[in-house]
């Protein structure tokens, strides 16, 4: 395994963060997605990961919630995106970012974890499709929707702006 170290990031990082997102997901233009998440205020957090060459991964989850039928609405978190440098791709970054994060977000209190991903990949995180089914969503049907969450509540997921409008 790399030896990496994650940290929060800061607004002093914004530039070399988005570009590494640039690089991750490159032809896909995801950066105009990060650029409206970061002046949303809806980021719970973000994190990189660095070794001694700079950032080689970044992780951001943001505030969501999930209106139940009887009125009652609970807050959850959505992770997007994820990116791992290119050279330093299936060298276990991603999962360490995800473990360091969720770990994170789990000490301020959060239970309620969203993805839209790959299905082969979030499961080892924790992230099930089969968890997020009750909660009806813009991608309804889609098994790349996933939740990790003790309990997951029937409802409706709720998007801040930049996110709704992304997908
Ligand atoms: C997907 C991504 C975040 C994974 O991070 P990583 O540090 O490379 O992944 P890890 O080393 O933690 O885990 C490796 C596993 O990730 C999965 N994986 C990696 N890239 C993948 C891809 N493009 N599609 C599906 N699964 C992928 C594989 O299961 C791989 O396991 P294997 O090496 O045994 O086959 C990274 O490859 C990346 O930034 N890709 C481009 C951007 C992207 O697609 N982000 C996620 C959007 S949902």
């Given amino acids: 395994m790399t030896a990496i170290q994650i940290r929060p990031v800061e607004k002093a990082d914004y530039p070399s963060t988005r570009q590494l997102v640039d690089d991750a997901f490159r032809p896909d233009d995801v ?3 990060l ?3 970061r002046a949303d205020v809806c980021l719970l957090g973000e994190w990189l990961a ?7 991964g970044y992780i ?6 999930v209106d139940e039928p009887d009125g009652l609405r609970t807050s959850a978190a959505i992770l997007t995106p994820l990116a791992v440098r290119p050279d330093r791709q299936r060298r276990g970054i ?11 977000l789990e000490a301020r209190g959060e239970r309620l974890f969203f993805v839209l991903g790959h299905t082969d990949y979030y499961p ?6 089969a968890a997020a089914q009750k909660v009806e969503n813009p991608w309804q049907g889609n098994p790349a929707f996933m939740a990790r969450a003790p309990f997951v ?5 709720v998007l801040p702006a930049s996110i709704a409008n992304a997908h």
Avoid: C
């Avoid at 991603?94 to 994170?104: A, C, V």
């Avoid at 509540?153 to 997921?157: A, S």
């Fill in 153 to 157: 509540p029937e409802g409706r997921l």
């Fill in 124 to 129: 080892r995180a924790g992230f099930l499709s």
């Fill in 60 to 65: 951001a989850f943001s505030r969501v919630w």
């Fill in 35 to 37: 650029d409206a998440l």
């Fill in 94 to 104: 991603g999962l360490q970012l995800m473990d360091h994060s969720l770990r994170e």
């Fill in 31 to 33: 950066v105009t997605f």
């Fill in 50 to 56: 660095e070794d001694s060459t700079g950032p080689v």
